[in-house]
């Protein structure tokens, strides 16, 4: 028989129940009671707490997110950890009154379309069994049929909706092939067809727009790091249910890529730019294509989108902003947008960290907390 526990989540006092067999992250925000995480998947450190009391196994947390010196000290991941008995646990939970707060559930869905829209680029609609509340910016973890893990059950990978939260049944997303990737090779680019039924649970993950902050906004999105991007402006610019919540007043979006071909949805920004042409503010930027007088008159910069960004911007003061992309990418984002005038505490991120770097520890600025 499998084993609960009672886990005591302070300062706030919440109680839940955790089998033996889940993780203490998804135990919690099951129940509602929402706890910092970031990739749920042993890499990013997001989740780490002091265990107070009691016993917990530290699963797969890698060890660069959860050093030997900090198991020592008590401390874990609860993405990653399991209890072994009761459990008291001390989080680093903010009072901040425009968290996600939505319950994690699980979702059966049908894949209803899939279209190649860039290199290595699939868009994959889903339609869920039911209706999902989330937050712009929020993602889904796939459970991956054992078929397509080498026969391991329990195997999944995470994917952000670049749909925005009024559309909470049909959800979008944007998918990269990562070269020999479980998920995305071996499955979403190989066989995985309309009519498929896919497990999903969700919503996860706190990179949300802040329809409080009406601060000009700067985007900057590499490759599919632009969905959970496109959510947030889809919700500012199309969601009709914003009128006491006014969001950025301006949005500037970075859309980064190597080459045209490697860009997707500019039809669709360029609309966007047209129709709310006091609000949002679209550069495609290209790393390694000449843009010639041509491109340059249709808006596309040339250059690494971080260079762009310092080139377009002597001081970004009084803005906030928003980055998701490869770990590579948001890194040095982050330095360029200190470099104009950004505080850490001004600029909400989201590296699509994957298996790669939970064995070797990505790249993480000590400077910033998430
Ligand atoms: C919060 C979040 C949101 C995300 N949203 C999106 C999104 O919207 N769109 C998107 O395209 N991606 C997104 N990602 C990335 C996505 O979750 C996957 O990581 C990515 O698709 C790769 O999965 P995969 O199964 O195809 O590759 P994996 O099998 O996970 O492999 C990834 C890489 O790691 C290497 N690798 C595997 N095992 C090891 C090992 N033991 N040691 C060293 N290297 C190893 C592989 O060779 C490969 O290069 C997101 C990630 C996060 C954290
Ligand atoms: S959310 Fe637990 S390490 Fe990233």
Redesign the pocket.
């Known amino acids: 028989m499998t084993e609960t526990y009672q886990i005591t989540v302070d300062p706030i006092g919440a109680e839940i129940t955790c089998r033996e067999d889940q993780t203490i992250l998804d135990a919690c925000l099951r129940a509602g009671v929402w706890v910092p995480h ?2 749920t998947h042993g890499t990013c450190g997001t989740c780490k707490v002091e265990v107070l009391d009691g016993e917990v196994d530290h699963g797969a947390s890698s060890a660069f997110a959860l050093m030997d010196i900090e198991r020592d000290e008590g401390k874990t991941l609860l993405c990653c950890a399991t209890p072994r008995s009761d459990v008291v646990l001390e989080a680093d939970i903010d009072a901040d009154d425009e968290a996600p707060s939505h319950a994690v559930e699980d979702y059966a869905g049908t894949i209803v379309a899939l279209e190649d829209v860039a290199v290595d680029t699939r868009r994959v609609i889903v339609e869920l069994d039911r209706d999902m509340t989330f937050d712009a910016g929020q ?1 889904m973890a796939w459970q991956i049929p054992a078929t397509r893990a080498g026969g391991a059950s329990g195997v999944t ?4 909706m670049a749909n925005p939260p009024s559309q909470g049944r049909r959800l979008e ?4 092939r ?8 071996g499955w979403v680019f190989r066989d995985l067809a309309v009519g498929e039924q896919v497990s999903l649970a969700g919503p996860y ?1 706190r990179f949300t727009v802040r329809m409080r902050r009406t601060e000009p906004a700067v985007m900057i999105a590499g490759g ?1 790091g632009l ?1 959970p991007i496109a959510s947030m402006i889809k919700r500012v610019l199309q969601d009709e249910t914003q009128a006491d919540r006014p969001g950025p007043s301006r949005i500037l979006l970075y859309q980064g890529a190597r080459t045209r071909a490697a860009l997707y949805d500019v039809e669709l920004f360029r609309d966007l730019a047209t129709r709310h042409p006091d609000r949002f503010v679209y550069r495609p930027c290209l790393s390694e294509e000449e843009v010639t007088p041509e491109l340059e008159a249709q808006g596309y910069a040339a250059g690494l989108v971080t260079d762009v960004v310092a080139a377009d911007n002597a001081s970004l003061a009084g803005h906030v902003a928003y980055l998701c992309g490869p770990p590579a990418m948001v890194e040095a984002a982050m330095k360029t947008l200190m470099s104009r005038r950004l505080f850490p505490r001004d600029i909400s991120r ?1 590296e ?5 770097n939970r ?2 520890g990505g790249l993480r600025s000590p400077l910033i907390k998430r």
């Open positions: 970031s990739c993602y990978r995470t994917y952000s997303f944007q998918i990269r990562t070269p020999g990737g479980v998920c995305s090779d993950g599919t969905a989201e699509f960290l994957d298996e790669s064995h070797s």
